[in-house]
């Protein structure tokens, strides 16, 4: 058991959940442009990112590796896994759809990506597009789904990305109600830091990627929080 304050990115590295959480510290830095990087023939996975890979592919999961490791890699060789179940679709935030489009694509040269928003990405409807092309990846941002919210969960999506999924991690907004009604074959989370300030920051990820097994925050909560009661008649959290 680690206390919080050990964690910078604020998630303790234990046994929260190694069913849905995996999670790499004290890797090498790896900085990887779009422009530069070589077809998927050509691509050499790093150890630990082949680990996340088979780590992730049977299982919903939160990628919570630190910055700089290759997290978008990941996320594009496990979704492809499932990519004959439906469309995939990832939500970023807007300066990163580009980033995703550009990887997608590196990685594999003939998949189909539509980034909403962008001109000349597709002049049909999206939920056309969803249907006519089932293998392919749908990339839009945080504020488009909470503008679609209640048209978007009418696709089943073969597989969801949530990049940044700190964005869900304060389960009252409705960006975390928008994503959490989307339908979807399979699931994945991707963060360096999954928790701030509160173990219901995590929960409310753990939550979108497993809710019959994070269906209770309090029961969450006595299970995986390490605390003591204080003098005022609170709770102290020493770890997670």
């Given at each position: 058991?680690?206390?919080?304050?050990?964690?910078?990115?604020?998630?303790?590295?234990?046994?929260?959940?190694?069913?849905?959480?995996?999670?790499?510290?004290?890797?090498?830095?790896?900085?990887?442009?779009?422009?530069?990087?070589?077809?998927?023939?050509?691509?050499?996975?790093?150890?630990?990112?082949?680990?996340?890979?088979?780590?992730?592919?049977?299982?919903?999961?939160?990628?919570?590796?630190?910055?700089?490791?290759?997290?978008?890699?990941?996320?594009?060789?496990?979704?492809?896994?499932?990519?004959?179940?439906?469309?995939?679709?990832?939500?970023?935030?807007?300066?990163?759809?580009?980033?995703?489009?550009?990887?997608?694509?590196?990685?594999?040269?003939?998949?189909?990506?539509?980034?909403?928003?962008?001109?000349?990405?597709?002049?049909?409807?999206?939920?056309?597009?969803?249907?006519?092309?089932?293998?392919?990846?749908?990339?839009?941002?945080?504020?488009?789904?909470?503008?679609?919210?209640?048209?978007?969960?009418?696709?089943?999506?073969?597989?969801?990305?949530?990049?940044?999924?700190?964005?869900?991690?304060?389960?009252?907004?409705?960006?975390?109600?928008?994503?959490?009604?989307?339908l979807s074959r399979k699931r994945l989370a991707i963060t360096a830091s999954p928790m701030e300030r509160s173990p219901a920051d995590l929960w409310s990820i753990l939550n979108w990627l497993a809710p019959k097994q994070f269906t209770s925050y309090w029961?969450?909560?006595?299970?995986?929080?390490?605390?003591?009661?204080?003098?005022?008649?609170?709770?102290?959290?020493?770890?997670?």
């Amino acid at each position: 058991m680690l206390p919080i304050a050990e964690h910078p990115a604020g998630l303790a590295r234990q046994h929260v959940d190694q069913a849905c959480v995996r999670l790499v510290r004290n890797q090498p830095p790896r900085t990887i442009s779009p422009e530069t990087r070589s077809p998927l023939e050509q691509i050499t996975l790093y150890p630990y990112q082949t680990e996340a890979v088979s780590f992730l592919a049977d299982r919903d999961g939160l990628l919570g590796d630190d910055c700089g490791l290759g997290k978008t890699v990941v996320g594009i060789e496990v979704m492809t896994k499932v990519l004959d179940l439906g469309p995939i679709l990832i939500v970023c935030n807007k300066r990163a759809k580009e980033w995703w489009s550009a990887s997608i694509l590196a990685q594999y040269p003939e998949s189909r990506v539509y980034v909403a928003g962008v001109a000349g990405s597709s002049d049909m409807d999206w939920k056309q597009w969803a249907r006519l092309r089932p293998k392919a990846w749908f990339i839009t941002h945080f504020d488009g789904i909470r503008r679609t919210w209640g048209e978007m969960d009418k696709v089943l999506w073969g597989g969801v990305i949530v990049d940044e999924a700190h964005h869900i991690r304060n389960r009252k907004t409705l960006t975390a109600q928008s994503i959490k009604q989307l339908l979807s074959r399979k699931r994945l989370a991707i963060t360096a830091s999954p928790m701030e300030r509160s173990p219901a920051d995590l929960w409310s990820i753990l939550n979108w990627l497993a809710p019959k097994q994070f269906t209770s925050y309090w029961r969450f909560f006595d299970r995986f929080v390490d605390y003591e009661d204080n003098y005022f008649g609170g709770r102290t959290i020493k770890g997670v």
